[in-house]
């Protein structure tokens, strides 16, 4: 979630005027949705996967407590917090609520100044969570995501094109005599030219299926799902020239007097493995280091 944009808050109840009141009270702070039964509340967390659910307990049909439990039987909408709102008071009733799923339970009729308490204290949660989910996927020296996010995408992304039958383009990249680089000009210096690159990466794998990542050390990879070979390719000479134009001086280079990448690249091939396509990936950027550096390979079918 973009750190400017508002959360969002469904209120479901069966009551107009509850929904009204709740919806003037959140409208201030927060985007509020709107359901008047069980059904609209799932139909529209799946829809719009809101952050926080207020979730009214007795409605005909599906009551509250069905409603939770189908949300947190579907992935998608499983780790939604929701807020019992109900008029059932008593300490079994909110047991019961807490017991079953709910992240709090606020009695009918409900205080305002309690419910925003509520539920800017379960929303500042979601946003500490969200954080830390967002820190896990992330090499903190690049800004690109990091090994792990990679390794979960990368998995994700093959299931798919192998079912759709769709290309999935994979490039490896490394720095080039990057050892030679710190020790001609210092580790601070090397920190440096790994941003420069990752800003090269960024600033080219725009769509927002594809990922730029640190693999590891001074290699990054990159993953372009529904991209054929050529593209692809394309992508990393636009990323190769948009380095060579930052003309990063590198006296110790066997390749050139300033900083540069060889890279490797595939597009998946039929009844390839994930396995497989990554060696190809990464016999094609031994080609390049062997050819000379400073250039992409890309496998040829």
């Known amino acids: 979630m973009n750190p400017v944009e508002m959360q969002k808050v469904l209120i479901a109840d069966d009551d107009p005027v509850n929904r009204q009141v709740l919806a003037e009270l959140l409208k201030p702070e927060y985007t509020v949705l709107l359901a008047k039964n069980g059904e609209q509340a799932l139909e529209r967390a799946a829809r719009h996967t809101p952050d926080l659910i207020l979730l009214d307990v007795m409605m005909p049909d599906l009551d509250g407590f069905e409603v939770l439990r189908r949300l947190r039987a579907d992935p998608a909408t499983a780790a939604i917090a929701v807020i019992f709102i109900s008029g059932l008071d008593r300490p079994e009733d909110e047991a019961n609520g807490l017991k079953v799923g709910a992240a709090d339970y606020i009695a009918k009729p409900f205080n305002a100044t309690v419910v925003m308490a509520r539920v800017a204290l379960h929303l500042q949660v979601v946003r500490q969570q969200r954080l830390l989910e967002h820190l896990a996927h992330v090499d903190a020296l690049t800004g690109l995501a990091n090994r792990r996010r990679f390794d979960e995408l990368y998995e994700a992304e093959w299931q798919r094109a192998r ?139």
């Open 163 to 301: 079912r759709a039958g769709s290309p999935l383009s994979l490039a490896l990249v490394d720095v080039d005599c990057f050892k030679q680089y710190n020790d001609h000009y210092g580790h601070p210096a090397g920190d440096r030219a790994l941003r420069a690159v990752a800003r090269m990466a960024s600033s080219c794998v725009r769509r927002p299926a594809d990922l730029a990542a640190r693999y590891g050390g001074e290699e990054l990879v990159l993953l372009m799902p529904d991209t054929e070979a050529a593209p692809a390719e394309h992508v990393v000479q636009c990323m190769r020239a948009s380095l060579a134009a930052q003309a990063i001086a590198h006296a110790a280079s066997a390749a050139a007097p300033v900083l540069t990448f060889s890279a490797g690249g595939a597009t998946l091939a039929e009844g390839e493995t994930a396995a497989e396509l990554f060696a190809a990936a990464d016999a094609q950027l031994y080609r390049a280091k062997h050819a000379g550096r400073n250039r992409v390979e890309w496998r040829q079918r």
